[in-house]
């Protein structure tokens, strides 16, 4: 029973990525055009989408738990440029836990703002967010309040009951310079059941492998590998502020954008204290069609 | 609570929505104007951007690198060889053939994104460079080659 529990989770941990991964194939031999995407997975950057563009993206979230099973999280994003300076996005997690079950943990809807018209020694983003989760969600999409690895043992069954509305809101700080990337996130977050203001935090550096371009069309090139590490974790909350009780979290990435649009991340977390997770394998595969608003214009109104 | 979870969902909902009808009919509302205008940004470029030199305009292969990438970002806007598209104009037009290299590479960091252009300072500074060679190396397109000067 045991065995076929562990061949059906690794089934569909394959399978999930798999039928994604063909469509966007599918979609991928219609359009071509290239992303150029930093490495991080938790942490934003002021580099929004380009406008009318569309990137669909799959993420995993492969962790162990010390005295629990192991999970795969798991989620897809719709992320839009509306115009050049909002970029909205809309977010499907679920995630399947080691013994237990498979269930769809719940919806998010992100904006993302940029208020400034030119680039400046530092860039505000603004960013505002709605999710309507349950509780059995492991996307850990963000570290905040005194969110720490136990909170994760809680099985399936039991989670799953509990619904989580929440406002979440992220200054997001971040600066381009000599083909580096800086940036960091400051997170409050507003569970609307009567739970208090939590706080977060993320940081994140990066740099492409070469800052010249080739004078040749080419995958391997290394420009089209972005290195970087982002570190991220709670805050506490209102009424404890402060790093007591709380998770950190340290995350070396890779990053292949791949002149026809595709962009592979790849990136292995580690803890940083006794209440984090002590490792966490996060990846994702991404494809961006460009010029998706003017077509789904076109479709309705018949000419562009 | 569920009522005020379904208000709040539904008013965020009106609100996205909103926002993005007003930021269709504001683009509507510009478009002529932006066509006019947009290449008038090339004249607010400040002194000391205007003056800066290409590192690689001695580059001999700066032209063809700026070539790929400029497939890889721009064609789908700017049209191919930068002829123009139906989003963006041409880069052919004597206004941007006739501005120095320094006030295309500003236009390039710091986008124009009141009118759609994004900023591509994530593209390290390197192959911002080589996107102005290209662009440079693109000339003035005959008269009357213009797509958007077509009816």
């Known amino acids: 029973m045991f065995f076929l529990r562990v061949k059906s989770f690794r089934l569909f941990a394959l399978s999930v990525p798999a039928v994604l991964l063909t469509s966007l194939a599918w979609l991928g031999s219609a359009i071509l055009l290239h992303a150029q995407e930093n490495p991080y997975i938790v942490a934003y950057d002021h580099n929004l989408e380009e406008p009318g563009s569309l990137e669909i993206e799959y993420f995993s979230n492969l962790g162990t738990e010390r005295g629990g099973p192991g999970f795969h999280a798991f989620w897809g994003e719709f992320e839009y440029g509306v115009t050049a300076w909002w970029t909205t996005e809309l977010y499907l997690t679920g995630q399947t836990t080691l013994d237990e079950s498979t269930v769809f943990t719940g919806i998010r809807w992100e904006n993302r703002i940029r208020p400034l018209k030119r680039e400046h020694f530092i860039n505000p983003v603004l960013y505002f967010e709605y999710e309507n989760k349950n509780g059995a969600d492991k996307t850990m999409k963000e570290v905040e ?20 509305h929440e406002l979440e809101f992220k200054l997001i700080l971040s600066r381009n310079y000599k083909g580096w990337n800086f940036t960091e996130n400051t997170i409050a977050s507003k569970n609307l059941s009567n739970v208090p203001w939590e706080f977060g935090y993320a940081l994140g550096a990066s740099r492409p492998l070469a800052l010249k371009g080739a004078a040749h069309r080419c995958n391997f090139c290394l420009q089209h590998f972005i290195a970087g590490v982002e570190m991220y974790g709670g805050l506490g909350d209102r009424y404890s502020f402060g790093l007591h009780d709380t998770s950190h979290y340290l995350a070396p990435g890779l ?6 649009g595709w962009t592979f991340r790849i990136e292995p977390t580690f803890g940083l204290n006794g209440n984090s997770h002590q490792f966490l394998l996060r990846w994702g595969a991404a494809y961006e069609i460009s010029g998706f608003g003017r077509n789904v214009r076109s479709v309705f109104k018949g000419r562009d | 609570m569920k009522f005020h979870c379904c208000c709040l969902t539904g008013l965020l909902l009106f609100a996205g929505l909103a926002l993005a009808l007003r930021a269709q009919d504001g683009r509507r509302e510009r478009e002529p104007k932006e066509k006019e205008s947009v290449y008038a940004e090339l004249e607010k470029v400040p002194e000391k951007d205007r ?12 032209v063809a690198a700026g070539a790929v990438l400029f497939e890889e970002h721009c064609e789908e806007c700017h049209g191919s060889g930068g002829m123009g598209g139906k989003k963006a104009p041409s880069l052919r037009a004597a206004e941007v053939q006739n501005a120095p290299p320094g006030a295309i590479f500003w236009i390039l960091t710091n986008g124009v994104v009141r009118k759609k252009m994004p900023v591509w300072s994530k593209l390290p500074e390197p192959q911002r460079w080589q996107l102005v060679s290209y662009i440079k190396s693109l000339g003035m397109a005959p008269a009357g080659s213009d797509p958007q000067a077509r009816p």
């Open chain 1, 255 to 260: 990053v292949w954008n791949l002149p026809s």
């Open chain 2, 51 to 62: 003056q800066k030199r290409n590192p690689l305009a001695k580059d001999p292969d700066a």
């Open chain 1, 145 to 164: 309040g005194h969110d720490v690895e136990s909170d994760y043992l809680v099985p399936n069954a039991i989670a799953r009951q509990e619904t989580v």
